[in-house]
Each structure stands twice: as C-alpha cells, then as structure tokens.
C-alpha cells in the first residue's frame, strides 16, 4: 500500500535511498563489536519508508533489518546464555519495529488526510480558495513547458443574498452546493472549480487557445447554474455573472492575470448581470 499524498517518483526515489541506507547500516552494523547497537539507525530507515513510501514498505524493511541483524549475530557471534533468548530477543525488535511503522503510517495517512480536508469548501466539497490559488501556480508553471492556455474565470451568484437573508443559511448552503455540483459536472476533469467564500467561485479552464469558444463555454455555463437553480420548491433562481482572463495574454504573473479576471466580472455585472464576460484588455 502507498503512502497518500505521496506522488509516484517520490516513492520511488524513497525506495531507492532506502535500500542504499539500510545497505550502509547493515554494514556499520557488521563491523562494529556487537557491544555497540546500532538499532535506531535500521528505525531511522524504516520510518523515512514508511513515511515516504506506505506501511507495507515499511513493514518489509523492519522484516528485512531484523533479518539483517540476526545473520549479523550468528556471523559474528552473541552473548546470551541460551540460543533461544537470542531470537526471543530479536523477534521483540521486529515486534518494536512493525509498531513503530505502524503508528508511522497512521499519522503519515493523518496528515494526508488533514492535507486533503485544508483544500476542500465543508459547504460545497469542492475546491477552496487555497487549492484554488495553489492550482493557478502550478498551471502557470505547466504552461511554461507545454505552452498551453487556460483562463481563469470569477463567478459571482447574483441575488444569492436574497435566498440566504429570505430563506435562511441552510437553505443558502443548499444553494451554494447545488451551483458547485452542476459547474462541476459540466466542466472537464482537467478544469478546476473552486469555492473562494461567500457566494463567490472560480474557474481554472483549459482550452484550445480559442477566444470564441471559450465565451461559448462561459455562457453554457450562465445558462446552466440558472436553469438548475430555477428548479426548485422555493421558486428561487440564482444567475451567475462570470468574468474570465486568459494567460499569459491578460497577465503574466497571478496577481495581474486575477485583476483582469476581476475587472471582467465588474464589466459582466456593469452589463445586467447574468453574463460572461472575457477580458478585451486594459
């Protein structure tokens, strides 16, 4: 099993550093006088395992120092009394070892957990405006590779104060989940869909370079939050005003590319609200 969070090439430079680690361990350890234990070193190499590369992978290095140092042992000889209180004690150290790389995975698969729970809306389960931020970063380093476009885009939900004044919170996050769960499902896995707080979301899209079906996506999507928030027992309906600024012709860096998303969606509320707007420069 891997370790969460853990990308693959991580683990695998993991795996490798490991065995070169324990393979310098096992040798100190040989040729040292067996007075001098060299214990919280084979613990220090399973724990960076188990941290890096899962339990499993811990598990097999603290089976594979125990075994290590019970051939070191028998090369080198021991000092018990009784053969047997030799691997009685060795089996205690593989015990101590499998505990700790258990109690290792567990906090790693915490952290993980805590990692994921950091960069996900509680009310909508998509995206936060961390995740959000950190995901323009990244394709903005990925496009300096592959020179591909994206845009980024800015929604606000018009009226939505109206639903969560009149009808209360719950009702609100009702809302607020729903416009979040129909972006997503018509945006492509590769998109990015995020909450940034209040009634306000963003949009991280990829597209052919293409200014006019990117507008054409833009106001699918106008169109689809307020067909499905009309929807609805309560009668409401929510449209959406996004504004939109493409990289790296809008900005080249993140804080000039989100102004020129901003301003596009002032221009799209300026314009009746219920619109997309893309912006056409400053």
Not at 35 to 51: H, P
Not at 119 to 144: C, K, L, P, Q, W
Not at 239 to 251: L, M
């Amino acid at each position: 099993r891997q370790a969460a969070g853990t990308p693959a090439v991580g683990r695998l430079a993991g795996l490798v550093l490991g065995f070169i680690a324990l393979a310098i361990v096992v040798t100190a350890d040989y040729l040292t006088s067996f007075e001098l234990r060299l214990s919280a070193l084979y613990m220090l190499v399973m724990i960076g395992v188990a941290w890096f590369c899962g339990a499993w992978w811990g598990g097999l290095f603290a089976f594979l120092s125990a075994f290590a140092q019970v051939q070191i042992g028998l090369a080198t000889g021991t000092t018990f009394s009784e053969p047997v209180y030799f691997y009685i004690s060795n089996g205690n150290r593989l015990f101590a070892y499998l505990v700790i790389v258990l109690l290792v995975a567990a906090v790693r698969s915490n952290y993980a957990r805590l990692q994921r729970a950091s960069r996900i809306d509680f009310v909508t389960g998509i995206a936060n405006s961390t995740a959000f931020y950190e995901s323009v970063t990244v394709e903005m380093a990925r496009h300096r590779r592959s020179r591909a476009p994206f845009a980024v885009a800015y929604i606000s939900c018009d009226y939505f104060r109206v639903v969560n004044d009149g009808l209360g919170r719950s009702e609100g996050d009702r809302v607020l989940h729903a416009i979040g769960d129909v972006m997503s499902r018509n945006l492509r896995e590769t998109d990015v869909v995020a909450r940034l707080g209040g009634d306000e979301f963003a949009l991280i899209l990829h597209f052919d370079g293409d200014l006019a079906r990117l507008n054409d996506k833009l106001a699918t999507l106008v169109g689809v939050v307020g067909d499905h928030t009309e929807a609805n027992a309560f009668g409401w309906r929510i449209q959406a005003s996004i504004g939109a600024a493409v990289f790296p012709e809008d900005g080249s860096d993140h804080r000039d590319l989100l102004k020129c998303a901003d301003m596009a969606l002032y221009a799209a509320k300026q314009s009746g609200r219920g619109c997309a707007r893309v912006f056409e420069g400053r």
